[in-house]
């Protein structure tokens, strides 16, 4: 099983930042998709690769057209695109999950939502199936069935709380390894 990680946004937009730290969701996603690559080896049969958008293409789109086909090309079972929110409203907190709403797709956001939710004990905003607008294109690009996740929001002391600390990075990458074993091993 080939689990492909797409880190959200890219090293010139680089997304919401952390109010708390300073870091922004770029950066901090792209130490999570190391993490998921190291923890990888506890998990037989599972191979993780990770992905990044080109900035230097023209639009947002064509970064995200581009990334799906280098993940269609390695030959991906499944893709996970990691982001995390952010709000105006500092109360606005808890951990969502994106998905096509295919059956695959849907199966795997929900193991996912399930384990994140156990890693890091914020509220459950659930799976939501998106099909047009805002992150749609990441979810029906490429071939694999795929997920977006937004497990906290940078911007909630909730959420930063949840997410600050080495081991709570650790937690929630093993929780997305552990969806994937569940729903593709």
């Known amino acids: 099983m080939k689990l492909a990680i797409v880190v959200g946004h890219n090293a010139r937009a680089q997304g919401a930042v952390r109010p708390d ?76 999950t994106l998905t096509s709403g295919s059956k695959l797709s849907l199966r795997y956001a929900e193991a996912l939502q399930d384990e994140m939710l156990e890693a890091l004990g914020l509220r459950d905003r659930g799976e939501k199936i998106v099909r047009t607008g805002r992150g749609s294109a990441s979810l029906i690009s490429g071939r694999a069935p795929a997920a977006l996740i937004e497990p906290f929001f940078g911007s909630s002391p909730n959420g930063q709380q949840a997410t600050d600390e080495p081991h709570e990075m650790r937690s929630l990458a093993r929780a997305i390894l552990r969806a994937t074993q569940q729903v593709f091993t």
């Open 21 to 96: 730290t300073g870091e922004t969701e770029w950066a901090w996603n792209t130490r999570l998709a190391g993490m998921i690559e190291d923890l990888a080896d506890e998990y037989p049969g599972i191979e993780v690769k990770t992905f990044f958008r080109n900035p230097a293409l023209r639009s947002t789109t064509a970064e995200i057209r581009d990334v799906y086909r280098r993940t269609d090309a390695w030959g991906a079972t499944a893709t996970n695109e990691l982001h995390f929110n952010s709000h105006h409203n500092p109360g606005a907190t808890g951990t969502e």
